[in-house]
């Protein structure tokens, strides 16, 4: 009796019908109208480009290069422009966590301005309390996190946006950018966001909450209180989501 492999299995196709009154469970599939279907992979991050002012070698020897680019030092003065924390998981396509990944930034300034010999933007002023680069790595839940500002706009450019590159071992390494749905109109403008499909550009861009980080621990509110004269004075610091999914190598 010759008997036909089920492996490996094209991915998006159903395998067979179960015979009536067969159970199975395999974790991960989907059973319907007794037919066993794999689940459709998550659709890759688009790749974008990463620009004529990717860090120049030389930034990753600066003092400060961690994931706050707000401020360099916690007695610092902040940098320009409004706040936001940009955070998310790099996952594969079946939806998994990737550990170890090394996540990386650029942007511009509040100004518009990047730190790179290449842009000498004279109407631009580069602001030095602003970090320009960040760098971080993934633990086992997959996840980053980057406190930074809204992006200033440039000749060229119309769309505001955070360029990333992500590497991992066993996957693509991906570079592409984010934009945030509050500046609509500006990203219908750009030529690069323009390029993307309708649901490439759902991938890239970041539903930002406006509303107020929540309340601090209770053992924390009698500080942040003395804080509250300060605190409204500054914009509240906006938050956003921007998951990334990788492509094997």
């Known amino acids: 009796m010759t008997t036909t492999s ?13 015979a009536a009154g067969a159970t ?19 659709p890759l991050t688009p790749v974008q480009t990463s620009g004529p002012f990717y860090p120049e070698v030389t930034i990753e020897k ?16 902040a ?10 998981i790099v996952k594969n396509q079946r939806g998994g966590p990737v550990s170890g990944s090394v996540v990386e930034v650029w942007q511009a300034c509040a100004t518009g301005r990047y730190n790179h010999s290449k842009d000498r933007s004279k109407e631009n002023l580069l602001d030095n309390n602003f970090q320009f680069w960040g ?3 993934t633990g086992r839940d997959g996840r980053y996190s980057f ?18 590159r992500i590497d991992a071992e066993g996957y693509r390494s991906l570079t592409t950018q984010c934009y945030f749905d509050t500046f609509g109109e500006d990203n219908a403008k750009d030529g690069i966001y323009h390029r993307l499909s309708k649901q490439d550009r759902r991938l890239v861009t970041v539903q930002v909450d406006k509303s107020a980080k929540k309340a601090m621990k209770a053992e924390a509110r009698a500080a942040a209180e003395r804080e509250i004269a300060k605190k409204a004075r500054r914009p509240a610091v906006w938050s956003g989501t921007f998951d990334v999914v990788l492509a094997k190598a």
Not at 62 to 67: G, P, R, V
Not at 79 to 88: D, K, P, W
Not at 156 to 161: A, D, I, L, S, W
């Open 6 to 18: 089920l492996s490996p299995i094209p991915r998006r196709r159903f395998l067979q019908t179960l």
């Open 24 to 42: 199975l469970s395999i974790p991960g599939w989907s059973l319907a109208n007794s037919t066993l279907y794999l689940p459709d992979d998550l």
């Open 62 to 77: 600066q003092l400060h290069n961690d994931t706050n680019l707000v401020r360099k030092l916690a007695d610092h003065e």
């Open 79 to 88: 940098a320009r422009g409004q706040q936001i924390e940009v955070s998310g």
């Open 135 to 137: 760098r971080t790595i």
């Open 147 to 164: 406190q930074t500002i809204i992006p200033g706009k440039y000749p060229g450019r119309f769309g505001r946006h955070i360029h990333y």
